[in-house]
C-alpha cells in the first residue's frame, strides 16, 4: 500500500490493450503546463471531432470518459497516482482502478467554481483530435446540455442495459435533437451485467431507433459496451461475437459528421470592415459555411446588392479557395455598403432575411421570460432588438408533451414567435448552425437568458408592409402648432401620476394645445381589460398603451400617459417607439409608506390584508427611472407646482 506512487503509475501505463493506439507523442498536455491551443495546434492536421456524453453517473458516464480519456493518456501522473489510492481507499472496484472517480473528482472540482457547468476535455488519439463537453447531469441539466451541445456534432448517449431506454434517455435525446445533433452513439453500457445477451443489446437498440427517427436523428450507431471492463469500448470485445459494427473509439475515429461544403452555400458573417485607406476595402469575418474562391458571385444580405469576389486576403497571403472556420477579408469587385453583422453569402444559394421566426427557445435565466420584453438577440456578427411575441406551447422534456405557457422559467424549453426590429439574414437551424440559432441578452444585467434556434421565417413578415401616408406626422404637428410628445407618468399607486397628468391636460387645453390622458386605470376597462397585474399581463398592459401612445403621437398630439409602468425593461421599450427628444419619462416620487398613507383608493390596506395579490410595492416590484427626464417629488412640492414644472419642460 505504501508503494512509491511511480511505481503504481507504471503498472497502469502498461496494461494490455488499453495504451495500443495511443502513440508517445499523442500524450496531451497537463492544463498546468502546455496550453490547450498548443496542444491543439501540435495536432492540425488531424481533424476534430467535437461530442457530448448524456446519461448519469448511474449509467456508467463517468467510467466512459474516465477510461477513454487514460485509454489515449490523457491522465497525468499526479492525477493516475491519486486515482489509484482513491481507487484502493473506496475499494469499489476491488483494488483495480475506478475510473468513475477520477471523473466524479473532477465534477466536484469543477462544482466549486462557479460559472463554469460544463468541462470541456481535450484528448487524440492518431487518427484524430477530441473535445468532449461532459454536461454534469444535476437539475441543470437543460442549459449545461444546451451549452455543451451548441458546437457538438455527435452525442453519445448511454444507456444501462439493465434498465433499457428510461425518461432521461428521452430527455436527453430530445434536447440532443432540438439542437440539430445528426449523429447519436448510443452506448448500451453494463452488457457484462446482462450476460453480453444479444436479445438484450438488439431491443434496446431498436427502440431507440424509433425514438431517434420521430426525434428526427438522423444517424444512430449502437453499440454493446461495458465500460467498465472496457469491452467494445477501445477494440471490439471477444464477448460480443455476434456484434460486427465498431467500438465506441473506432466509430469515434472514423463517423463522418461534415456536411459536404456543395451542401452548403457560402456564407461569411461580416466582424468588421477593414478601410485602411481610400483603395483597399475589405470585408472580415470567419466563413460560417460553404468555400468561396475569387470571381464567385455573391450578394450582401439583408440589402441583396449583388457583386464578385475579387480577393481572398489573409495574413498569409490571397487564396484562391477558403472554406468553413477560415478567417479571411473578402474584397469586391463592385463598392457595396456592408456593415458589420451582414452576412455576404454564395449568390445562387443565398440565404434569407426576415424579421419574424418560429423558434425553439430554451430559457436560461432564473428571471422568467416574459412575451413583449424586449431582448438582445445575437445571430452571427448581428445584434438587434427581439422581443417573443407569443409562447405557442412549451414542451415537456421528459415527455415531449406540448403545454400552455404564459412565461418560462429556468430551463424550460418552447415554440414561440419571435419578432425583431429590423431583418435579418438567417438559415432554418437544420441547415446551418451558425445563421440559425442565436442567443437573447438581458438588456440591464447583459446576461445570456437564453438559447434558440431558428425553424423558419413567419409568412406573415413579409406580407405586410408600411402603407404611406400623405398627411405625415409633421404635417399634423404643423396644423396644430405643437411639437408632438409622450410624457409618461411612471411611480407608484397612489403616488400622484394622475392628479398631475390631469393638471398638465388642464393647463395644455387652456393653452390651446391638444393633448390626451392614458390612464391606466382608463385603458384597463377596454383595450386592455383581458389584463390583470401579473409580470407578463403587465408588460403586454404596458407594451399596447405605448404603442397607442405611438399612434397618437403619429396624429401630432402631445399624449399624458398615467400607468404605473413598474419594469425599466418595458419603460425603455415604450422610449424606443419614439424619436429622439419625443418621449419625456416624469418619475412621480413618492415613498410607498407616503403612497400608502394616502390610500385614495384603500387598495393598500386590502393589498396588505392579501386580499389582492401582486401589489405593486407590497408584493410585485417597482423599479425607479435611473434617469428620468423629470423626477417630481410629491412630499416636497404640491401638484399644481409640479404640473408647472412639467409645463415649463415642454415650452423648453
Ligand atoms: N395588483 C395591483 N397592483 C397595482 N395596481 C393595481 C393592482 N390591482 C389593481 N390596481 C389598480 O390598477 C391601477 C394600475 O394599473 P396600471 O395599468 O397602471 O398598472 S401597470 O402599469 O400595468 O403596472 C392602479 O391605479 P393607480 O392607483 O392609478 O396607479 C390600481 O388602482
Ligand atoms: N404633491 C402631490 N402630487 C400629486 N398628488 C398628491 C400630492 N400630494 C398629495 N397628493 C394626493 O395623492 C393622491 C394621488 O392619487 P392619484 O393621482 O390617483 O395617484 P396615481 O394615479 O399615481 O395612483 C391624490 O389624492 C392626491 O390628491
Known amino acids: 500500500m505504501e508503494q512509491a506512487e511511480r511505481g503504481d503509475v507504471d503498472a497502469i501505463e502498461t496494461m494490455g490493450s488499453v495504451v495500443a493506439f495511443a502513440s508517445p507523442e499523442s500524450r496531451l ?19 476534430l471531432l467535437r461530442f457530448i456524453t448524456c446519461g448519469s453517473v448511474d449509467d456508467g458516464k463517468s467510467t466512459l470518459i474516465g477510461r477513454l480519456l487514460h485509454d489515449t493518456r490523457l491522465l497525468f501522473d499526479d492525477q493516475l497516482a491519486a ?19 477520477l471523473v466524479d473528482g473532477l465534477a466536484a472540482e469543477r462544482e466549486q467554481g462557479i460559472t463554469i457547468d460544463v468541462a470541456y476535455r481535450f484528448f487524440g488519439t492518431e487518427k484524430r483530435k477530441f473535445i468532449v463537453a461532459d454536461c454534469p447531469g444535476h437539475e441543470q441539466y437543460t442549459r449545461n446540455m444546451a451549452t455543451g451541445a451548441s458546437t457538438a456534432a455527435l452525442a453519445v448517449v448511454l444507456v444501462d442495459a439493465r434498465k433499457g431506454l428510461l425518461t432521461q434517455t428521452r430527455r436527453h435525446s430530445y434536447i440532443v435533437s432540438l439542437l440539430g445533433i445528426r449523429h447519436v452513439l448510443l452506448a448500451v453500457n453494463k452488457m457484462d451485467l446482462v450476460g453480453f445477451d444479444q436479445a438484450v443489446f438488439e431491443r434496446i437498440a431498436g427502440e431507440y431507433r424509433e425514438l431517434a427517427a420521430q426525434l428526427g436523428i438522423e444517424h444512430v450507431t449502437a453499440v454493446p459496451l461495458s465500460a467498465l471492463h ?11 461475437p455476434w456484434y460486427h459494427g465498431p467500438s465506441v473509439l473506432e466509430h469515434l475515429e472514423s463517423v463522418d459528421t461534415e456536411r459536404s461544403a456543395a451542401e452548403l452555400g457560402f456564407r461569411l458573417p461580416v466582424q468588421w470592415v477593414n478601410r485602411p485607406n481610400q483603395d483597399f476595402r475589405g470585408f472580415a469575418g470567419t466563413i460560417a459555411a460553404g468555400t468561396v474562391r475569387p470571381g464567385d458571385e455573391i450578394v450582401a444580405l439583408p440589402s441583396g446588392r449583388r457583386s464578385q469576389v475579387q480577393r481572398i486576403v489573409t495574413a498569409d497571403g490571397d487564396l484562391e479557395v477558403a472554406g468553413a472556420g477560415q478567417a479571411v477579408t473578402l474584397t469586391l469587385a463592385d463598392e457595396l455598403d456592408i456593415s458589420r453583422g451582414d452576412v455576404i453569402a454564395n449568390a445562387a444559394q443565398s440565404a434569407q432575411v426576415a424579421d419574424q421566426f418560429a423558434v425553439h427557445l430554451l430559457w436560461m435565466d432564473t428571471q422568467p421570460l416574459l412575451p413583449g420584453r424586449s431582448y438582445w438577440l445575437k445571430i452571427g456578427a448581428r445584434t438587434v432588438s ?122 395644455l387645453h387652456a393653452l390651446g394645445h391638444h393633448s390626451f390622458v392614458l390612464d391606466g386605470d382608463n385603458v384597463r376597462h377596454g383595450l386592455n ?15 399596447r398603451v405605448a404603442e397607442v401612445a405611438k399612434l397618437m403621437t403619429d396624429a401630432g398630439l402631445i ?89 415649463d419642460y415642454l415650452r423648453d
Open 83 to 101: 486515482l489509484d489510492a482513491d481507487s484502493r481507499r473506496h475499494g469499489t472496484q476491488n483494488g483495480e482502478i475506478d475510473f468513475a472517480l
Open 529 to 543: 381589460k383581458d389584463l390583470g397585474f401579473t409580470d407578463e399581463d403587465r408588460v403586454e398592459n404596458i407594451r
Open 29 to 47: 498536455p497537463s492544463p498546468a503546463g502546455d496550453s490547450i491551443a498548443g496542444y491543439l495546434q501540435q495536432h492540425e492536421h488531424k481533424s
Open 559 to 647: 399624449v399624458l400617459v398615467s400607468f404605473i409602468s413598474p419594469f425599466r425593461a418595458e419603460r425603455r421599450l415604450a422610449r424606443e417607439l419614439f424619436e429622439d427628444g419625443e418621449f419625456v419619462e416624469v418619475f412621480v416620487d413618492t415613498p410607498l409608506a407616503e403612497a400608502e398613507r394616502r390610500d385614495v383608493k384603500g387598495l393598500y390596506a386590502k393589498a396588505r390584508a392579501g386580499k389582492i395579490p401582486n401589489f405593486t410595492g407590497i408584493d410585485s416590484p417597482y423599479e425607479a427611472p435611473e434617469a428620468a427626464e423629470l423626477q417630481l417629488d410629491t412630499l416636497e412640492h404640491d401638484a399644481q407646482a409640479l404640473a408647472q414644472r412639467v409645463i
Open 230 to 240: 472496457g469491452h467494445n469500448l477501445t477494440e471490439r470485445s471477444a464477448q460480443t
Open 386 to 507: 427581439a422581443s417573443i411575441t407569443e409562447i405557442k406551447h412549451k414542451v415537456d422534456v421528459n415527455s415531449q408533451a406540448q403545454l400552455a405557457a404564459k412565461h418560462l422559467e429556468l430551463n424550460e424549453v418552447a415554440y414561440c414567435n419571435l419578432s425583431l426590429d429590423q431583418p435579418i439574414a438567417f438559415e432554418a437551424y437544420l441547415d446551418n448552425r451558425e445563421l440559425g440559432s442565436f442567443i437573447l441578452i438581458d438588456r440591464q444585467s447583459h446576461a445570456t437568458v437564453a438559447a434558440g434556434t431558428v425553424d423558419f421565417a413567419l409568412r406573415r413578415a413579409g406580407n405586410i408592409h408600411w402603407q404611406p401616408v400623405d398627411v405625415d406626422k409633421a404635417a399634423r404637428a404643423r396644423s396644430k402648432h405643437q411639437k408632438p410628445r409622450c410624457v409618461w407618468f411612471t411611480g407608484l399607486s397612489g403616488s400622484g401620476k394622475s392628479t398631475i397628468a390631469n393638471l398638465v391636460d388642464k393647463q
